[in-house]
């Protein structure tokens, strides 16, 4: 599986922005997915993650009740739906999957890795 993310930008603060994760190749359905971050001058984090069939997830607490993952097996598609964005949300966010037995926080757990795309929060 191939990883392409898409759909950042600049928002301002309290404002809303959906990023899509596009999947390419075979079993897309057999790969936990997820979502992580890297804000300039620190170190990547765990956002979120989804299981095979969308029915678990794991949010960093920091996003939770802000931000929702979701994904389309049959569009090979993940997303990442933001709201209620801060300035310290701003980072490059990237897309990850792993052929994984649980869901995981962990970027090293993860193989397959998509170019990463910026969102900037302003205040």
């Known amino acids: 599986v191939q990883l392409q993310a898409s759909g950042g930008g600049l928002v301002q603060a309290g404002g809303s922005l959906r990023l899509s994760c596009q999947a390419s190749g075979r079993n897309f359905d057999r790969y936990i997915m997820a979502w992580f971050r890297q804000a300039p001058g620190k170190a990547q984090e765990f956002v979120a993650a989804?299981?095979?069939?969308?029915?678990?997830?794991e949010y960093q607490d920091s996003v939770k009740g802000r931000f929702s993952i979701s994904r389309d097996n049959a569009k090979n598609m993940v997303y990442l739906q933001m709201g209620s964005l801060k300035p310290e949300d701003t980072a490059v966010y990237s897309c990850a999957g792993g052929r994984l037995r649980a869901l995981s926080s962990s970027a090293r757990d993860y193989s397959t890795w998509g170019e990463g795309t910026l969102v900037t929060v302003s205040s």
């Open positions: 989804i299981s095979w069939q969308g029915a678990s997830t």
